[in-house]
């Protein structure tokens, strides 16, 4: 089903034309659509009925409360990375019971946070944090129930910048001295072994590498068992890529399929943790345009949005559609950028672009509610946007766009 539809010309957002929260909330703008949340978790949540699972949302591909709610009613679990995140899960009102908690940098204040929360598993990253977890987890009288983060050396074949599962990158252990830190752990007074976990990598759109990380994980939760350490839960972590422009990542239904397929008749429970999957099209950028600047050797059309707004463009040389609003066919597309008032060089939004753009026209910059709002930033003093939720033709407000003094709150003129 597609969420973003034109009627008469002009892009609707569900029931809600575009341009109406354009001129009710302002721009720059994130919009998301409810039926759109729903419609991928429940593609996934299907997918992988066949065996006993939780999907945990990855909560740093958008966090808002709003959106933390709605995934916790459809009866998701969350994975957390950060103290903050933990706080955000508890304020929508989500069950502590289903949290999962990533990361290479626990601080010691984020596991004693989790550990009285009583999240369900911490996902630990190397022998260091097993001492100091099993440590705090002593201190709180309490025993932490942990997955080791394996890194199983599988090339996830994507950006480097969003590729985790390789022997060279921050993220996991090495998966041949698994076995010596789950001996470790099994050891340790304070820490209960309830899982394994991996995460190999973002955006991806190929499930070979899956494939292989998923026989590697489950290979050794083989070998674990037969040391007399069966676990409760198998992590296959988040990943599962959407479409941007043409790739062809696998459905739902491919990706779960390969999941349940793997862990039929297994004893342990299958969680996954996507993020982008679950937001990802189902969220858009409003901008309105602020000036067309014909360059020596091209057209700028430049935007109310920048790269504070939307990093992933800067970051990663991502590429975004870019559509008018309301298409003006009496108008002639210009080859163009299309760029924010930031002073980067890098700020923009997409390059060599064909747009029939003018002064005061909206564009939606589409594929944007993960890691959209949620890498935000206010460099250069700019507001970040508001975010609405779409519900048919219903509107909500889930967050106000920062006011100037919001900018400034917590800063001292010193005497
Ligand atoms: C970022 C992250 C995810 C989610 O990744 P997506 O590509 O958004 O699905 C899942 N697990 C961990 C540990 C992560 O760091």
Redesign the pocket.
Known sequence: MNFLHRRADRLHLEEVPLARLAEAYGTPLYAYSAAALSAAYQALDQALAPVPHRICY?V??NPNLAVLRHFARLGAGF?I?SGGELARVLAAGADPGRVVF??VGKSRTEMRAALEAGIHCF?VESEAELARLDLVAGELGRAAPVSL?VNPDVDAKTHPY?S?GLRQNK?GIPIEDAPRLYRAAAGLAHVRVVGL?C?I????TDLAPMADAADRVLALADRLAQEGMPLEHIDL?????IRYRDETPPNAAAYGALLAGRMQGRRETLLV??????V?NAGVLLTRVEYIKRGAERTFVIVDAAMNDLLRPALYDAWHAIEPVELRPERTPVPCDVVGPVCETSDFLGRERVLAAAEGDLLAILSAG??GMSMSSTYNSRPRPAEVMVTGNEIRLIRERDSIASLMAGEWLPD
Do not use: M, W
């Open positions: 990855a740093k591909a994975d990375v990533s990361g996902n983060r969003i985790t993220f976990d995460h990598g973002s955006q991806l972590g988040g990943g599962l890529g943790e996507p993020g982008r999957y679950l990802g993960a890691y």
